[in-house]
Structure formats: structure tokens, C-alpha cells
């Protein structure tokens, strides 16, 4: 990211050397109204945070910047900050099946082994996809059990009891309820329905870690690459995944001291107990919640890809910021508690290039009061400097948050091994 900051700084010339006065004084403006709308309200200062901050890193606004505060589902820019740092943009999670005897005449001559690889993601449309992988492989029926086992979750729960059932309702129409056939009617017009009927049990050994060793692998099904699971973890914020990611990295404590290590903020700013924010252990302070959509947006840009890729748009009326109104070009993450409303992310502006800003907010009462007066600020920013992506300067192309191309068809990807009988 310094790189265009570099050329940004060069760019603006003389009207930069006035950001920090004017930015300051624009950026005290919109502080003092938002506590003042907030003490009217009735609610206290020591319970609100806000951190502004220019591209280059001037401070332009902060109230309470470096207090640890309830971060709610900001916790998430933590958790995928460090996923995709470790694990890398095109990861994706497999699930193996494999099938313990041979195939006789569309039977299965023994149990169907699944073992699950961690996919946070897994719903109806890839049992269904799975069941119909299996078809393909000439399997309708199997003799023996369903056997699940590893981490396999399916519906964003983590009994495996309930998601293996799911599983084999999935691959076997004749089993779906209405929810699985209402997902199945917003599959691509012709998606086959699949039948594979299980003649045993649905089995899933808590002890059993790997395949049984008289199985072979009939199939591989990968999950999404990883920044499509981010952005749509982000997008719905989804408790879920995002906890279930935590863990498979390592836990909260080991999120917590990489995004730590990737941000450089103090110990004391950051402090996690999961990876969703779920309840009001998890705090952080509003110069640590920018610090982490700054680094979020250093490594998504050094894998080719941007905030857009992993964060919501102001303007796309989706997932927890549908009913929202924020500036075009903006890019940012939510959080809600009892007595908890927060945003942080990115504003494009016009005049002064993308903007970094942080509102941690506490108290009882209607969100919307919240959400009014966050949204106020927001725009009182580009009300000043303009909204959308700055103008171009000195023949530089300001930094651009310009979203990687995807096609949902590129969402089912299978590595078949055992062919048809």
C-alpha cells in the first residue's frame, strides 16, 4: 500500500500540504457533532470511540482512539486479515469421498466414506452437487453406511450428526424437505436431481480422523477459493465461518497475535476471546480496527486483490448494510451487539483520496439511532471532498478498489480419481 501512498503524496501537491489543517478541522467538525448528537441521546462519551485518518496516516479526527472498546463483529477484519495472510486468496477447502468396496451395477457394494476439510460453506447446492458427482460415477445406490467424518459442517453448525443427515437428504431427492428443494430451484435451470439412496446407517465416528484404509477416493470437492469465502463471511457476517476459521488457524489467542504482529498496534488495543466478536469480550480500540482494514487491504493488494474483494460496497444493498446509506466506493465491515453498533472501512473521496475511519458506539436503544448518526459522519465526509474514486492527477491513476472478476458458475470444482464401473 505505501507505494501509492508515495506517488499519492507527490500528486496532490500543494493542496496535501493542507490536509492536515483543513482535514483537521473537518474531521473535528463531524467528531464534535456525533458526540454531541450522542450525549443529547443520552449517552456517554466514555462509551463511544472514533478514529479518522488520511491515506499518508494523519490523524484527522479520534475520540477515545486508542481505548479498548466492545468490537463486535469488527472482530472479523481480524480474522480475515490473518486467513488470508496465511492461508493465501486461492485456498480452498476439500472434501474427500471415497467409497469402501466396488461399484456393481449403480450399487455401491460397501459404506460411502466423506470425510470434511474444514469448509465453512458447505449448503445445500454442494450435497446436491456431491450427490450428483456421484450419479456421474455411476453410484445410485450405496449398500453400506454413510460414514462422515473429519471437520465436516454443513448449514453453518457443527454438529456432524446433523450435517451428515443433511448430507444424505441432499444427495438423494427423494429425501428433501421443502428448504432443500427451494435451494435446489435457485440452482442453474437443467441441474440434474440427484439420487443416491444410502441403505445403511449415517455414521459419524467422533475418533475416526482419516478414511478408512480399505477405501478409495472416488472424488475430491473443493470449496470457493478462500477470498470468495471472506467476502461473503463479511458481506452477511456470519458468526459461523468466521469462528470456525479461527479455530482452523489456530484459535482467537493465535488470530489475535498475528493481526497484532501484521498490524503493530499495542497489545492492550486488541483483545480477542473468538473469531466472530460474538459477545463483548472481544475489544479493540478504534485506531486498532482501522490499523486492521489498512493491513487487510496491504495483503489483499499484494495478492491481487482489494478491500472489494473481502468487504462490502456502500452501495450494494446486501447482506448486514442492505438497508444502509453509505457512499459509493465505500468499503466497510459492521458490528452489532446489545448495546453495541460499530463501522470501520475505507471512504473514497474525491479531493482527498480514500479516508480510514473507525466508529465504535455503545449503548441501549434502537440501532437506527446508531446507524443514523454513523451514516451522517460517512457522508459528511464526502458532502466536504466529494464522493467516489479521486480524480486523476498528474497523469497517476489514484488507488483504485476495482473488484477480481467471478462467476458464480466457478463455484462447483471437482478432482474425480475413481472413474465409472
Keep these: 500500500m505505501w507505494e501509492w501512498v508515495l506517488w499519492w503524496t507527490v500528486a496532490m501537491g500543494d493542496r ?58 469488527l472482530t472479523k477484519l481480524a480474522t480475515t486479515l490473518v486467513a488470508l495472510d496465511q492461508w493465501r486468496e486461492n485456498h480452498r477447502f476439500v472434501t474427500t469421498v471415497a467409497a469402501g468396496g466396488p461399484i456393481q451395477n449403480g450399487v455401491l457394494q460397501g459404506d460411502l466414506w466423506v470425510q470434511g476439510g474444514g469448509d465453512p460453506l458447505l449448503v445445500w447446492e454442494d450435497a446436491i452437487a456431491l450427490g450428483n458427482a456421484l450419479n456421474q460415477l455411476g453410484i445410485r445406490r450405496v449398500a453400506g453406511n454413510l460414514v462422515v467424518t473429519g471437520n465436516f459442517w454443513m448449514n453453518f453448525t457443527t454438529d456432524r450428526a446433523e450435517s451428515a443427515a443433511w448430507l444424505q437428504e441432499g444427495m438423494n ?182 479516508l480510514w475511519l473507525a466508529l465504535l458506539e455503545g449503548g441501549a436503544g434502537a440501532i437506527e439511532t446508531f446507524h443514523g448518526g454513523q451514516e451522517r459522519f460517512v457522508q459528511g465526509l464526502t458532502i466536504t471532498w466529494g464522493e467516489g474514486r479521486p480524480v486523476d492527477l498528474a497523469g497517476l491513476l489514484t488507488p483504485s478498489f476495482v473488484p477480481r472478476p467471478w462467476r458464480e458458475e466457478n463455484r462447483v470444482r471437482f478432482t474425480t480419481v475413481q472413474t465409472s464401473e
Design 173 to 354: 431427492a427423494n429425501l428433501w424437505s421443502s428448504e432443500a428443494a427451494t435451494q435446489y430451484a435457485q440452482m442453474p435451470a437443467g441441474t440434474p436431481r440427484p439420487q443416491v439412496a444410502v441403505a445403511g446407517r449415517v455414521l459419524t465416528p467422533a475418533s475416526a480422523s482419516a478414511l478408512s484404509l480399505s477405501s478409495q477416493t472416488l472424488l475430491r470437492y473443493e470449496s470457493l477459493p478462500l477470498w470468495q469465502i471472506l467476502h461473503r463471511l463479511n458481506i452477511f457476517s456470519n458468526n459461523f465461518m468466521a469462528d470456525v476459521l479461527a479455530v482452523q488457524l489456530g484459535g482467537a489467542r493465535y488470530v489475535q497475535r498475528r493481526a497484532l504482529a501484521l498490524t503493530g498496534v499495542s497489545a492492550a488495543e486488541l483483545q480477542l476471546v473468538n473469531g466472530s466478536g460474538l459477545g463483548v469480550q472481544n475489544r479493540m480500540s478504534p485506531r486498532a480496527a482501522v490499523a486492521l482494514t489498512v493491513a487487510l487491504d496491504r495483503v489483499a493488494r499484494q495478492q491481487g486483490l482489494t478491500l472489494a474483494d473481502l468487504l462490502p460496497e456502500g452501495r450494494c444493498r446486501c447482506g448486514t448494510i442492505e438497508h444502509r446509506n453509505l457512499p459509493a466506493g465505500s468499503f466497510v465491515k459492521t458490528g452489532t451487539l446489545n448495546e453495541v453498533s460499530a463501522l470501520a472501512g475505507v471512504v473514497q473521496t474525491r479531493e482527498r483520496g480514500p
Design 16 to 73: 496535501l500540504a493542507t490536509l492536515p489543517t483543513a482535514g483537521r478541522e473537518v474531521g473535528t467538525r463531524l467528531l464534535t457533532e456525533r458526540l454531541t448528537a450522542l450525549r443529547r441521546a443520552g449517552y456517554s462519551p466514555l462509551r463511544q470511540g472514533l478514529w479518522l485518518q488520511s491515506a499518508e496516516g494523519l490523524v484527522l479526527a479520534e475520540h477515545q482512539g486508542t481505548v479498548p472498546l466492545p468490537a463486535a463483529s
